[in-house]
């Protein structure tokens, strides 16, 4: 996986050759996902009638009436704070005329069923949007031509409102759940011809709807992955090598197994895979604390491997090095890059870097298993449970068949649980101890063993023409791993542009980090832009509005090139001039700085004031964010929570977090030394604005965490006139005088 | 091992236990209690914020030999039935996202509100400081306290009417 590029996780069912073969019967072609639409109606005979009591009408894999009046609806993905155990629920309740205050709300097993359960790359609202809708609304026809039937009239005169269809004629009605066995022995309509509610009779979408978790949260219930207990569990902890890709060669095992608690101790071989099941040592004991107490007696000799004396001073060296030799893989070529230098009237060059930063989900890494030599069941609080099978059946080889994964709430997410390794570990060590267990990692697991999102190195320089234009841009990339895309804002946009990207040689285990290579990318662009802009002595506003020019949609560049919709973004960044006041006088101090950036489906433009004291200290006084993502929000809570967390997490990401490598292994060992942001240097006010499109709904997971770290950067400047390019921006001094 | 008899949520619970266990693995693996969160075991995320004769106290550096015959109080028994007015003003403004933090936030909150009802916001960010949210709801948590603080009033109000 490159973790530079958001994860585009498979839409189609992930089947064995069993369901896929029932599946493909009934699908008669391509399993494109119209087809899935389908076969959730002919499947759920054989997986979900199967389960449901009887009577129940279960017109898809979603939906379940019960003759008690009860309507439950499946959160087919994960949950980990983005809000979808909610929001696509409400897609199916919405046109289903199910009052969203009678509904339950049930998460998903992992199951083919429901195609991909991967929450990852914002994909989960532009997946389902429309398909949940139509399974609504085909549920909503069986119930009216239930009640039709049994009045004798025709379906187009009635209607269905609140879980009661109606025939307004002759004044009769009948709840759903007097409807629930009649619609149970109709067919079921084909999904994509049904005809979806128009969205001005919309009663629950765009609404402010609160987590269907939330008073299971504020009370403290059993809820989270950590939270969860099987009878007979032990309790595991399992040490890795502190350098990426060690080995274990001895431990001792004897001595900690004499320890208080202790029920067993042993080396697991693992496999060489940096984000599988790494070798280490586990402890299996009757509690957590005598886990971790043992833990302490543990002594390990590890052969470290041939990364042993990596540091971020030796990457900092070969990237240096890689950008002094000038050469590297052309990612993007377009003009005549040395003829615009030429003729430039201003250049600007810099070099931009960013360190390796970690997820930090604030529970740490766990799962519960129980696994024998060829059945496997996991509980995990997991962003990708088919991941977590996926691996148990090619580390362990167990058939896919024998393997349950039930999905718990995610205490964070942010792309380290799409990842599997905490699934493998609990697997592999319930296994070779034949208990059930549940494996916790420590906070210093967590932070050291992250899949981290990379660090990188930028060699810029650019060049503005006689009339104040940006006409030249030079990018060496060096980072941690290859694959960059040739489309990275301003490519395209940019008359001579040459693209150079190298690797450096590292072992670090890295993965997708909210808004994959966007979320450094977006800084390092949109500072540089900035930096061209008062160069050339114009507004920072006026270039960007410039630079997008009258393109309309740009075509992608290759295969897997994404098109960019340049009247989209100038939409949005028009409007956060205007609703932030761009341009207004401050005094020295204070600033604004403004940004833009699309990823995941999404155009987002950010405006930020800050204020800094003569000695350097930063306040974010205001965000203003404008974002495009379609033609309706789901959620208006959840959706204002993702902006609020994105801005708040891009801040805390940018202003202090940095993780430093010495001897192959992280420095940093827990949030003593890793500073997340806290409540006190949150921005003071966040306004969010979205701008509703006539575009297809998209995910807000991630899209606004980008402008944010180059919005703040560029106001930083505005307000002192030190500009950063380096994060965290806690290592520039921006004290002024 | 030992055996220690703690006062937790109003109920008498023995456990036994080595001395030095700190109260959040207690609560977490031997009372059932899984509200208190485990971060980082060291204080610095105080996701395990509970009462110890009413003040906000980091359970994972509490052992467990300390606690005495101090009343505990955790996020399961902050209210009897979910209706603290800090419990209400949560659902009330969505302010959970992933929601781990949220039971430390809401006992640091009650500690605050219980000492000085009507707070500013620089009354919250210094009481909150110490209280991690990885996923960002600073601003709705400050918004929620206010919005409890409220409630508190409206019901006080109420109640003296009668």
């Given at each position: 996986?490159?973790?530079?590029?958001?994860?585009?996780?498979?839409?189609?069912?992930?089947?064995?050759?069993?369901?896929?073969?029932r599946?493909?019967?009934?699908?008669?072609?391509g399993?494109?996902?119209?087809?899935?639409?389908?076969?959730t109606g002919?499947?759920?005979?054989?997986?979900?009638?199967k389960?449901?009591?009887?009577?129940?009408?279960?017109?898809?894999?979603?939906?379940?009436?019960?003759?008690?009046?009860?309507?439950?609806?499946?959160a087919?993905r994960?949950?980990?704070?983005?809000?979808?155990?909610?929001?696509?629920?409400?897609?199916?309740?919405?046109?289903?005329?199910?009052?969203w205050?009678?509904v339950?709300?049930?998460?998903?097993?992992?199951?083919?069923?429901?195609?991909?359960?991967?929450?990852?790359g914002s994909?989960?609202t532009?997946?389902?949007?429309?398909?949940?809708?139509?399974?609504?609304?085909?549920?909503?026809?069986?119930?009216?031509?239930a009640?039709?039937?049994n009045?004798?009239v025709?379906?187009?005169?009635?209607?269905?409102?609140?879980a009661?269809?109606?025939?307004?004629?002759?004044?009769?009605?009948?709840?759903?759940?007097?409807?629930?066995?009649?619609?149970?022995?109709?067919p079921?309509?084909?999904?994509k011809?049904a005809i979806l509610?128009?969205?001005?009779?919309?009663k629950l979408?765009?609404?402010?709807i609160s987590?269907?978790?939330?008073?299971?949260i504020?009370?403290?219930?059993?809820l989270?992955?950590?939270?969860?207990?099987?009878?007979?569990?032990?309790?595991a902890?399992?040490?890795k090598?502190?350098?990426?890709?060690?080995?274990?060669?001895?431990?001792?095992?004897?001595?900690?197994?004499?320890?208080?608690?202790?029920?067993?101790?042993?080396?697991?071989?693992?496999?060489?895979?940096?984000?599988?099941?790494?070798?280490?040592?586990?402890?299996?004991?009757?509690?957590?604390?005598?886990?971790l107490?043992?833990?302490?007696?543990l002594?390990?000799?590890?052969?470290e491997?041939?990364?042993?004396?990596?540091?971020?001073?030796?990457?900092?060296?070969?990237?240096?090095?890689?950008?002094?030799?000038?050469?590297?893989?052309?990612v993007r070529?377009?003009?005549?890059?040395?003829?615009?230098?030429?003729?430039?009237?201003?250049?600007?060059e810099?070099?931009?870097?960013?360190?390796?930063?970690?997820?930090?989900?604030?529970?740490?890494?766990?799962?519960t298993?129980?696994v024998?030599?060829?059945?496997?069941?996991?509980?995990?609080?997991?962003q990708?449970?088919g991941?977590?099978?996926?691996m148990?059946?090619?580390?362990?080889?167990?058939?896919?068949?024998?393997?349950t994964?039930?999905?718990?709430?995610?205490?964070?997410?942010?792309?380290?649980?799409?990842?599997?390794?905490?699934?493998?570990?609990?697997?592999?060590?319930?296994?070779?101890?034949g208990?059930?267990?549940?494996l916790?990692?420590?906070?210093?697991?967590?932070?050291?063993?992250?899949?981290?999102?990379?660090?990188?190195?930028?060699f810029l320089?650019?060049?503005?023409?006689?009339?104040g234009?940006i006409?030249?841009?030079?990018?060496?990339t060096v980072?941690?791993a290859?694959?960059l895309?040739?489309?990275?804002?301003?490519?395209?946009?940019?008359?001579?542009?040459?693209?150079?990207?190298?690797?450096?040689?590292?072992?670090?285990?890295?993965?997708?980090?909210?808004?994959?290579g966007?979320c450094?990318?977006a800084?390092?662009?949109?500072?540089?832009?900035?930096?061209?802009?008062h160069?050339?002595?114009?507004?920072?506003?006026?270039?960007?509005?410039?630079?997008?020019?009258?393109?309309?949609?740009?075509?992608?560049?290759?295969e897997r090139?994404?098109?960019?919709?340049?009247?989209?973004m100038?939409?949005?960044v028009?409007?956060?001039?205007?609703?932030?006041?761009?341009?207004?006088?401050?005094?020295?101090?204070?600033?604004?700085g403004?940004?833009?950036?699309?990823?995941?489906?999404?155009?987002?433009?950010?405006?930020?004031?800050?204020?800094?004291?003569?000695?350097?200290?930063?306040?974010?006084?205001?965000?203003?964010?404008?974002?495009?993502?379609?033609?309706?929000?789901?959620?208006?809570?959840?959706?204002?929570?993702?902006?609020?967390g994105?801005?708040?997490?891009?801040?805390?990401?940018?202003?202090?977090?940095?993780?430093?490598?010495?001897?192959?292994?992280?420095?940093?060992?827990?949030?003593?030394?890793?500073?997340?942001?806290?409540?006190?240097?949150?921005p003071?006010?966040?306004?969010?604005h979205?701008?509703?499109?006539?575009?297809?709904?998209?995910?807000?997971?991630?899209?606004?965490?980008?402008?944010?770290?180059?919005?703040v950067?560029?106001a930083?400047?505005a307000?002192?006139?030190?500009?950063?390019?380096?994060?965290?921006?806690?290592k520039?001094?921006?004290?002024?005088? | 091992?030992?055996?220690?008899?703690?006062?937790?949520n109003?109920?008498?619970r023995?456990?036994?236990?080595?001395?030095?266990?700190?109260?959040l693995?207690?609560?977490?693996?031997?009372?059932?209690?899984?509200?208190?969160?485990?971060?980082?075991?060291i204080?610095?995320?105080?996701?395990?914020?509970?009462?110890?004769?009413?003040?906000?106290?980091q359970?994972c550096?509490?052992?467990?030999?300390?606690?005495g015959?101090?009343?505990?109080?955790?996020?399961?028994?902050?209210?009897?039935?979910g209706?603290?007015?800090?419990?209400?003003?949560?659902?009330?403004l969505?302010?959970?996202?992933?929601?781990?933090?949220?039971?430390?936030?809401l006992?640091t909150?009650?500690?605050?509100?219980?000492?000085?009802?009507?707070p500013?916001?620089?009354?919250?960010?210094?009481?909150?400081?110490?209280?991690?949210?990885?996923?960002?709801?600073?601003?709705?948590?400050?918004a929620?306290?206010?919005?409890?603080a409220?409630?508190?009033?409206?019901?006080?109000?109420?109640?003296?009417s009668?």
């Amino acid at each position: 996986m490159n973790p530079y590029e958001a994860p585009t996780p498979p839409t189609l069912p992930s089947l064995d050759r069993r369901d896929f073969l029932r599946l493909t019967s009934v699908a008669s072609g391509g399993l494109i996902l119209g087809s899935f639409l389908k076969s959730t109606g002919d499947l759920k005979a054989a997986e979900i009638a199967k389960t449901a009591p009887a009577g129940d009408f279960t017109p898809n894999a979603f939906i379940r009436l019960g003759v008690d009046g009860s309507i439950t609806l499946i959160a087919p993905r994960p949950d980990s704070g983005q809000g979808v155990k909610t929001s696509l629920p409400m897609l199916l309740a919405e046109d289903l005329e199910a009052p969203w205050q009678s509904v339950t709300v049930q998460m998903a097993d992992l199951n083919a069923i429901y195609g991909s359960q991967a929450a990852g790359g914002s994909t989960s609202t532009p997946t389902f949007y429309s398909l949940l809708r139509q399974l609504g609304t085909t549920a909503r026809i069986m119930l009216i031509e239930a009640a039709a039937q049994n009045w004798g009239v025709p379906a187009s005169e009635c209607v269905a409102e609140a879980a009661v269809v109606h025939h307004r004629a002759s004044k009769r009605s009948l709840a759903y759940r007097d409807l629930v066995a009649k619609a149970a022995t109709l067919p079921v309509p084909d999904a994509k011809k049904a005809i979806l509610k128009d969205p001005k009779d919309f009663k629950l979408l765009g609404r402010r709807i609160s987590g269907v978790d939330n008073q299971k949260i504020v009370t403290g219930q059993n809820l989270f992955g950590l939270d969860f207990k099987l009878p007979g569990m032990a309790y595991a902890m399992y040490e890795k090598c502190p350098v990426f890709g060690g080995k274990v060669v001895s431990a001792n095992l004897d001595r900690i197994k004499t320890l208080p608690g202790v029920k067993d101790a042993f080396i697991l071989e693992g496999t060489s895979d940096l984000r599988g099941l790494m070798p280490g040592v586990a402890i299996i004991a009757d509690s957590t604390w005598a886990a971790l107490s043992a833990r302490r007696q543990l002594k390990i000799v590890w052969n470290e491997g041939s990364h042993a004396n990596d540091s971020w001073d030796n990457f900092t060296q070969q990237a240096q090095a890689l950008a002094a030799k000038g050469t590297g893989n052309v990612v993007r070529k377009d003009g005549d890059i040395d003829a615009a230098f030429a003729v430039a009237t201003k250049t600007v060059e810099g070099t931009y870097s960013y360190p390796f930063i970690s997820h930090a989900n604030l529970e740490p890494q766990n799962c519960t298993a129980r696994v024998s030599a060829d059945h496997a069941e996991i509980w995990a609080p997991s962003q990708n449970p088919g991941a977590g099978a996926d691996m148990v059946n090619k580390v362990l080889g167990i058939p896919k068949a024998n393997i349950t994964v039930h999905i718990l709430r995610a205490g964070g997410g942010f792309g380290r649980r799409l990842s599997a390794d905490f699934v493998i570990e609990a697997a592999a060590i319930s296994q070779k101890a034949g208990v059930p267990v549940k494996l916790t990692w420590t906070r210093e697991d967590d932070l050291r063993h992250d899949h981290f999102r990379p660090g990188g190195f930028h060699f810029l320089k650019g060049g503005v023409d006689a009339s104040g234009k940006i006409t030249a841009w030079r990018n060496h990339t060096v980072l941690f791993a290859g694959g960059l895309s040739a489309d990275e804002f301003p490519s395209r946009f940019i008359p001579n542009h040459l693209g150079l990207s190298s690797v450096i040689d590292n072992s670090m285990p890295m993965g997708p980090w909210r808004a994959p290579g966007s979320c450094v990318f977006a800084f390092v662009y949109q500072s540089f832009i900035d930096e061209l802009a008062h160069a050339a002595g114009r507004d920072p506003l006026a270039v960007r509005l410039e630079i997008l020019g009258d393109h309309g949609t740009v075509p992608g560049t290759g295969e897997r090139g994404t098109p960019y919709n340049a009247a989209r973004m100038k939409a949005v960044v028009k409007l956060v001039a205007e609703k932030s006041g761009w341009g207004k006088k401050l005094p020295r101090g204070q600033g604004q700085g403004i940004a833009f950036h699309f990823s995941h489906r999404g155009y987002i433009a950010q405006v930020a004031e800050v204020t800094v004291s003569k000695t350097g200290e930063l306040r974010v006084d205001r965000v203003v964010c404008v974002a495009d993502v379609g033609s309706q929000i789901v959620n208006l809570s959840g959706a204002e929570n993702q902006v609020e967390g994105s801005i708040v997490d891009g801040l805390s990401a940018a202003w202090r977090q940095e993780l430093n490598i010495e001897r192959g292994r992280i420095v940093e060992a827990n949030l003593a030394e890793y500073q997340l942001l806290r409540m006190p240097d949150a921005p003071r006010k966040i306004e969010c604005h979205f701008l509703q499109s006539d575009n297809p709904p998209t995910g807000l997971g991630e899209p606004v965490l980008p402008p944010l770290a180059p919005a703040v950067a560029n106001a930083i400047f505005a307000a002192t006139g030190k500009r950063i390019r380096q994060l965290p921006f806690s290592k520039t001094d921006i004290s002024w005088s | 091992m030992a055996k220690f008899t703690l006062q937790v949520n109003g109920q008498s619970r023995t456990v036994d236990v080595a001395p030095e266990t700190p109260l959040l693995w207690v609560l977490r693996d031997h009372l059932e209690l899984v509200g208190t969160k485990f971060g980082c075991g060291i204080g610095q995320c105080r996701a395990c914020t509970v009462h110890i004769g009413g003040q906000p106290v980091q359970a994972c550096m509490t052992p467990v030999s300390g606690v005495g015959r101090k009343p505990v109080v955790t996020i399961e028994g902050l209210s009897s039935d979910g209706t603290h007015p800090l419990q209400k003003a949560w659902c009330e403004l969505d302010v959970a996202q992933c929601g781990y933090c949220q039971a430390g936030q809401l006992m640091t909150a009650s500690a605050l509100l219980a000492d000085n009802p009507k707070p500013t916001d620089e009354d919250i960010d210094n009481a909150m400081a110490g209280n991690l949210c990885r996923c960002g709801t600073y601003l709705r948590i400050r918004a929620g306290i206010h919005r409890a603080a409220e409630l508190a009033t409206a019901s006080n109000s109420k109640e003296a009417s009668k």
